[in-house]
C-alpha cells in the first residue's frame, strides 16, 4: 500500500522557519496536500495543490514540491500555529488515497 | 459558507449498531463526493472512502470495506456511515469532508475541504 512519510515532530522558537517534509513515490505526479489539526479541532486545509494557499490562510504559509518530496514551510511561526499537520496525496493511479502520519509542530 | 454539520457524540456497547450524520449546506450537494475519515485517541487521520451523493457511488479503503457502510440521503443533504456491530476498536473520532476533485491533464487530483467538526464514537461495555 501507499505511504507517506513525515517526521514526527518538529520544534521552533517563534519567529523562526518551520519546515515539514512529506516523501512518497509518487509526489513527482500527483499534488500534495497540507492540513493543519489543532488540539480538539477538525482539520483545516493550509496548503493545495502543493503551493496554492486557500483564502483565510496567513501568507507565512507555503508549500512547495520537489521529486519525492513536499514541503511545507511556516515562515515567523506563531505560538498559534502549534498544531499537527498532515500532508495527503494518492498513489499514482490515483485509486490510494492517504494521509502521512502527521507531525506535531512546537513553537516555544 | 460551505458547511457540513454532523451529529453529535454516540457511547454504544459492543455489538450494537449505530449510524452518524452529516449534513451539507451552502453549496449543490449532490455533486460533490463526500468523504470519511478516522482518528483514533491519539493517532493520525485514516482515510476511510468517499461516496457521491447523486448516484451513491460509494469507493471504501480496502481497511475498511465490509467494517462500515456509507450512504447517503439527497432529499436532506445527509451523508451515512453506519455500524452493523460495533466493537471496542470502533471507538474513534470520525469527521466528513466534502471532497473536491479537479483535473490535472489526463488525471484528476482529490482533495478534502471543508471538513465536519467530528462525530465521537465510545464503544465500551
Known amino acids: 500500500s501507499y505511504e507517506l512519510t513525515q517526521p514526527p515532530s518538529v520544534s521552533v522558537s517563534p519567529g523562526q522557519t518551520a519546515r515539514i517534509t512529506c516523501s512518497g513515490d509518487?509526489?513527482?505526479?500527483?499534488?500534495a496536500f497540507w492540513y493543519q489539526q489543532k488540539s480538539g479541532q477538525a482539520p483545516v486545509l493550509v496548503i493545495s495543490?502543493?503551493?496554492k494557499r486557500p483564502s483565510g490562510i496567513p501568507e507565512r504559509f507555503s508549500g512547495s514540491s520537489s521529486g519525492t518530496m513536499a514541503t511545507l514551510t511556516i515562515s515567523g511561526a506563531q505560538v498559534e500555529d502549534e498544531a499537527d499537520y498532515y500532508c495527503y496525496s494518492t498513489d499514482s493511479s490515483g485509486d490510494h488515497r492517504v494521509f502521512g502520519g502527521g507531525t506535531k509542530l512546537t513553537v516555544l | 459558507e460551505v458547511q457540513l454539520v454532523q451529529s453529535g457524540a454516540e457511547v454504544k456497547k459492543p455489538g450494537e449498531s449505530l449510524k452518524i450524520s452529516c449534513k451539507g449546506s451552502g453549496y449543490s450537494f449532490t455533486t460533490y463526493w463526500i468523504g470519511w475519515v478516522r482518528q483514533m485517541p491519539g493517532k493520525g487521520l485514516e482515510w476511510m472512502g468517499i461516496i457521491y451523493p447523486g448516484d451513491s457511488d460509494a469507493r471504501y479503503s480496502p481497511s475498511f470495506q465490509g467494517q462500515v457502510t456509507m450512504s447517503v440521503d439527497k432529499s436532506i443533504n445527509t451523508a451515512y456511515l453506519q455500524w452493523s456491530s460495533l466493537k471496542a476498536s470502533d471507538s474513534a473520532m470520525y469527521y466528513c469532508?466534502?471532497?473536491?476533485?479537479?483535473?490535472?491533464?489526463?488525471?484528476?487530483?482529490?482533495?478534502?475541504?471543508?471538513w465536519g467538526q467530528g462525530t465521537l464514537v465510545t464503544v465500551s461495555s
Open positions: 509518487a509526489l513527482p505526479k500527483k499534488y
Open positions: 495543490e502543493d503551493s
Open positions: 469532508a466534502r471532497n473536491i476533485r479537479q483535473f490535472r491533464g489526463p488525471t484528476i487530483e482529490n482533495w478534502f475541504d471543508p
